[in-house]
């Protein structure tokens, strides 16, 4: 059933069957100025309607279009985990499909990123750029089909720089934000250890300068939104020997927390 809102037009013709009534005018003639003015009101709503529809489409046809009101954020991010023995596929199953008799994780690694994000565009997708540092240490020079241990604590420095992909988020029953994140570039170290000192072995290449890959998924409260709780697995590829003569580096899974401004 449809319901006239009141608007001046209906008002007036209103008034005007009251005024007309006692004069015998017929009240045929104010019910239909009445009926013309709600027949104008609901034009109204339909146009309305109709430009809210248009944006709308306009939205999903222009995902890569550049949002009118973007909201770029600098950020921090500290972590700390393990490097995973394993490939990519068993670090994303934190090393379910490793046998009972291998080694998951050999070494640890803890570091820091800066990430700044430059374009934001009306899909939630926010481009920008990330150069992080991190300190990979343990014992394992080589692991883990053959391993080499050492009796002092080694270390290993990272550092990569690469360009940042992340969504602005995904509310999860109004209390939760969640993000996810890709960051793609280039890893240089000092040294390798673990994993990497097999691969080099294995494979007679260079673990020194690798393709840098982290996939990640951000969590916040929606009432502190720029302080994330950041899961990420950081990996390290040759690409099957384009770089280093390598097919893969190393992994880790990491978590951290990230404070945006």
Same mark, same amino acid.
């Given at each position: 059933?449809?319901?006239? =809102?009141?608007? *001046?037009? *209906? ?8 005024? !007309?009534?006692? =004069? ?48 770029? =954020? ?13 490939? %990519? ?44 540092? *991190? ?21 290993? *420095? ?18 939760? @934000? ?16 673990? #994993?990497?000192?097999? !691969? #080099? %072995? ?29 899961? @990420? ?17 190393n992994n880790a899974n990491v978590i951290g927390i990230r404070q945006?401004?």
């Amino acid at each position: 059933m449809f319901v006239c =809102k009141v608007s *001046a037009g *209906a008002i007036r013709s209103a008034s005007c069957l009251f005024r !007309h009534a006692s =004069k015998g005018l017929s009240s045929a003639v104010c019910f239909v100025a009445v009926t013309w003015s709600c027949v104008d009101a609901r034009a109204a709503d339909a146009t309305v309607g109709a430009s809210a529809g248009d944006e709308y489409v306009g939205y999903l046809l222009t995902p890569f279009k550049l949002a009118t009101q973007p909201v770029l =954020k600098q950020s921090v991010f500290a972590f700390g985990g393990r490097m995973n023995s394993g490939n %990519l596929g068993d670090t994303f199953t934190f090393g379910a499909g490793v046998h009972a008799s291998e080694l998951t994780y050999d070494n640890y690694i803890v570091g820091a990123a800066y990430q700044r994000d430059f374009l934001h565009f009306n899909s939630g997708i926010l481009l920008g750029a990330e150069v992080g540092l *991190a300190d990979r240490f343990g014992y394992y020079k080589v692991c883990c089909n053959t391993i080499t241990y050492s009796e002092s604590q080694l270390h290993s *420095a990272e550092l990569w720089a690469g360009v940042s992909f992340r969504h602005e988020g995904l509310r999860l029953f109004e209390a939760v @934000r969640i993000s996810p994140g890709f960051v793609f570039g280039l890893s240089a170290i000092s040294n390798p250890i673990g #994993q990497e000192g097999e !691969h #080099q %072995l294995a494979h007679q290449g260079s673990a020194r300068v690798l393709f840098y890959l982290g996939f990640e998924l951000a969590f916040a409260l929606l009432n502190q939104p720029d302080t994330e709780l950041v899961y @990420r697995i950081q990996h390290r590829s040759g690409a099957y020997g384009t770089l280093g003569g390598l097919k893969e580096g190393n992994n880790a899974n990491v978590i951290g927390i990230r404070q945006r401004f």
